[in-house]
């Protein structure tokens, strides 16, 4: 059985914007993939399907073989844990330590069995000293792995991540890297750093205007320049050019 | 610092201070819930004309404020910011009420003046104790408390929301402010009808960051009933803080302990 198996997934929003077209997907369990793409490609969009924070207007979504209605949405929730693009919008309690135990409390779990999650999961992501700080009070890289460590907490068999190494500086991202590669989840990840899908993900998926233009290896895709270009993607691969000092020396 | 930054940071500060391992952070909530809302009764229960039986209360803000480390400066701005009710609700006193009622120092005043002053110590002596409260148990805790209490959940949620949807205002008005102030004429100052404009982003902005918030709690379950970790047990401790703090105002309320000391120091003396 996949863990993701999504046919014909079609939405468009309230304002008449049609974010997916018809969106085909199937992960098996422990895959990592990364769903790459423009802004406005889609890529929020399919991942808020997988936890039901979006419902398809058409088409179906299937996480372990439990359709995603909105009768199942418990059951879909406790497998597919979802880290937010922005960090501060997920983390709101007044600590670390409160913030993570979150999720396990909303399981029905007993205090100590979240003790014990909050625990692991906070060593998990190498946070473990910042259990008792106030989360406004962490850099960009700590709410980062704070946020995840969050939804670690919940034991989610899926784990689905929107643009997590935005705004992190390069150890942070280094970090993060290591983090999300030693985990056993199965994993999406959404974004535009093609650099840590090579480093992360054995398959990528390009999304373009709603739809899968294409589903592979990385290193073949990002070797794709016309696939790229028609995508407004650009290569890891591509030399860069140092800018030059304009001012008369 | 602009005013909107140092407002947030008075708001962070509250929450910071909860944090602190203190001896009054270590009381159950419920115990300071029901010990601050016996002083504010006890508070508005004095009559409209007393100011000097109300001052032996000033003890428990002052006192609590020292053992949960309140800054001063968070005091004071809270105070501020509650003062303009204090003056809505007092200021026409001393218009209406002539009645001559005290001498100072050959000067008459009036029974107006002496209630708007009883208002607006009432005033200073609450808002106080709830800066207080706030500071040594946070809102998380507080809420938790009063549920506890028996206060529906419901309420006690839209509380807790209330007080993070506060944060995300303030949040985005200092995103706003700031990129205004960075942009414009310096010393010159927004026509209202931009100020109307930039009201209406901000409320958006906020509204639309909150759905974000939502919708993060939805992704970690939330289904609608807010649960937390409880560390706390009522100690002995708890039951002799309340039972000393309300003694004392029951002592405060029955006897005008300023007018006993006075009679006390002038038999001494004589």
């Known amino acids: 059985m996949p863990a993701i198996d999504i046919r014909a997934l079609v939405h468009a929003y309230a304002d008449g914007t049609q974010a997916l077209r018809g969106v085909d997907l199937r992960v098996d369990v422990g895959e990592v993939v990364a769903i790459v793409g423009a802004n406005g490609a889609g890529k929020s969009t399919l991942l808020k399907h997988l936890n039901g924070l979006l419902l398809a207007a058409s088409g179906s979504v299937r996480i372990e073989g439990i359709p995603l209605t909105r009768a199942r949405l418990p059951d879909v929730r406790r497998r597919v844990g979802y880290v937010f693009q922005d960090a501060d919008d997920q983390l709101f309690m007044p600590t670390v330590q409160d913030d993570v135990a979150f999720g396990p409390m909303n399981l029905g779990l007993a205090a100590s069995e979240v003790r014990a999650r909050v625990a692991e999961a906070l060593a998990a992501v190498g946070a473990s000293h910042l259990a008792l700080r106030a989360p406004y009070r962490l850099s960009g890289g700590e709410k980062r792995a704070v946020a995840i460590a969050g939804v670690l907490a919940m034991a989610p068999s899926i784990l689905v991540l929107d643009e997590p190494s935005t705004g992190l500086d390069p150890a942070g991202r280094r970090r993060l890297i290591e983090l999300l590669g030693r985990l056993p989840q199965t994993r999406l990840v959404a974004t535009h750093d093609l650099g840590l899908v090579l480093q992360l993900c054995p398959r990528a998926l390009v999304l373009h205007e709603g739809r899968v233009v294409a589903d592979g290896a990385p290193a073949r895709l990002f070797a794709d320049a016309e696939l790229l270009r028609r995508c407004q993607l650009e290569s890891p691969y591509e030399g860069l050019k140092p800018a030059r000092s304009r001012c008369a020396s | ?270």
């Not at chain 2, 009764?41 to 000033?58: D, I, K």
């Not at chain 2, 809420?143 to 205002?169: D, E, I, K, M, N």
């Not at chain 2, 709690?217 to 309300?246: H, K, N, P, S, Y």
């Open chain 2, 1 to 270: 610092m602009s005013r909107l930054a140092a407002a947030l940071q008075d708001l962070r500060a509250l929450d910071s201070l909860a944090l602190r391992e203190t001896a009054l952070a270590r009381r159950d909530p419920r115990a300071k819930l029901a010990v601050t809302l016996c002083f504010i009764v006890t508070v508005l229960s004095f009559g409209r004309y007393q100011v000097a039986a109300l001052l032996p209360l000033a003890l428990f803000p002052a006192v609590l404020s020292a053992q949960a480390q309140v800054p001063g400066r968070v005091l004071r701005r809270t105070l501020w910011l509650a003062s303009p009710f204090a003056l809505m609700v007092g200021l026409a006193n001393p218009w209406f009420d002539r009645t001559p009622m005290l001498a100072l120092g050959g000067i008459e005043l009036g029974a107006g003046w002496v209630s708007f002053g009883s208002i607006l110590l009432r005033v200073t002596l609450t808002v106080s104790a709830t800066v207080v409260l706030l500071g040594s148990t946070g809102m998380h805790a507080l809420c938790v408390g009063l549920s506890r209490l028996g206060v529906p959940r419901v309420f006690t949620a839209q509380l807790l929301f209330l007080q993070r949807y506060v944060h995300v205002l303030a949040e985005e008005a200092l995103r706003i402010s700031t990129a205004h102030r960075l942009r414009a004429a310096p010393g010159r100052r927004l026509p209202l009808s931009l100020y109307a404009s930039l009201m209406g982003q901000l409320l958006l902005r906020a509204f639309d960051r909150a759905a974000r918030v939502h919708q993060a709690m939805l992704a970690r379950g939330f289904d609608g009933e807010l649960r937390i970790v409880e560390d706390w047990r009522w100690q002995r401790a708890d039951t002799l803080f309340v039972g000393l703090w309300c003694g004392y105002f029951a002592l405060a309320r029955a006897v005008d302990l300023p007018l006993a000391l006075g009679r006390l120091i002038t038999n001494v003396w004589a």
